[in-house]
């Protein structure tokens, strides 16, 4: 996909990837924490819901109803989304998997929710899945430059070169990005580093 394009296909084909991942759990994994501290994994696909049917008016409308505070704008869609069993939910999230609506951000920000949501989710569960990784390097990217306030690594990134080992055996440019002492990492640890998470030690050196 180009750098340039809207990210709808892998999005599409990620939300799809993780549909079918959930339709495998019982009903005690889905109170299962994530790594989203303070919600289940529940709760993540109620956001995932709440986070594919919004739009750019209702982003608005909404931040301004939240006095522009965003854990308390993702809470409240959170909670407009969850539904008392979980399977319903999830019926929720597959009715909305095919739209391409958005709050007014950059399109890196689409694989940003897809994937480190979906690691919230899988992980806890013990699910493994891989990542597109061209679409994991432009999450990197925006992440690294986006303010920890705002749910991005700038600061944790800062004077520090990002360098993601499940590269190849060749060194790669594009794979790298920064100055200063390595970060080294799978590139789905690097994301989940900048976007916050608590990475198992050995992932990331």
Same mark, same amino acid.
């Not at 709760?43 to 109803?65: E, G, M, Y």
């Not at 061209?134 to 991005?152: D, F, N, S, W, Y």
């Given at each position: 996909m180009?750098? !340039? ?11 799809e ?9 019982d009903d005690?994994?889905?109170?299962t ?20 049917k ?10 301004? !109803?939240?006095?522009f505070?965003?854990?308390?704008l ?6 407009a ?10 019926e929720?999230?597959?009715?909305a998997?095919?739209?391409? !609506?958005?709050?007014?951000t ?6 940003v ?7 919230d989710?899988?992980r ?30 700038r600061?944790?990134?800062?004077d520090?070169t990002?360098v ?9 440019? !594009?794979?790298?990005?920064g100055?200063?002492?390595?970060v080294?990492?799978?590139a ?8 916050g998470?608590d ?7």
């Amino acid at each position: 996909m180009s750098r !340039s394009g809207a990210p709808w296909s892998v999005v599409h084909a990620e939300r799809e990837a993780l549909i079918a991942d959930l339709e495998r759990l019982d009903d005690t994994a889905w109170a299962t924490p994530s790594l989203c501290t303070g919600w289940t994994v529940h709760d993540v696909l109620a956001h995932l819901v709440n986070d594919a049917k919004t739009t750019p008016f209702s982003f608005v409308a909404q931040l301004a !109803s939240a006095r522009f505070d965003f854990d308390a704008l993702n809470q409240r869609g959170m909670e407009a989304e969850r539904q008392e069993h979980p399977r319903d939910t999830l019926e929720r999230f597959r009715a909305a998997a095919g739209r391409t !609506s958005s709050a007014p951000t950059p399109a890196a920000t689409r694989y940003v929710e897809a994937f480190v949501h979906g690691e919230d989710i899988r992980r806890p569960l013990g699910i493994t899945h891989t990542y597109p990784r061209a679409a994991v390097l432009e999450a990197i990217a925006h992440q690294r430059k986006t303010p920890v306030a705002m749910g991005g690594g700038r600061e944790l990134a800062a004077d520090r070169t990002l360098v993601a080992i499940d590269a190849g055996a060749t060194p790669d440019r !594009s794979l790298t990005l920064g100055h200063g002492p390595a970060v080294r990492g799978r590139a789905i640890d690097l994301l989940l580093w900048l976007s916050g998470r608590d990475v198992a030690p050995e992932a990331i050196s």
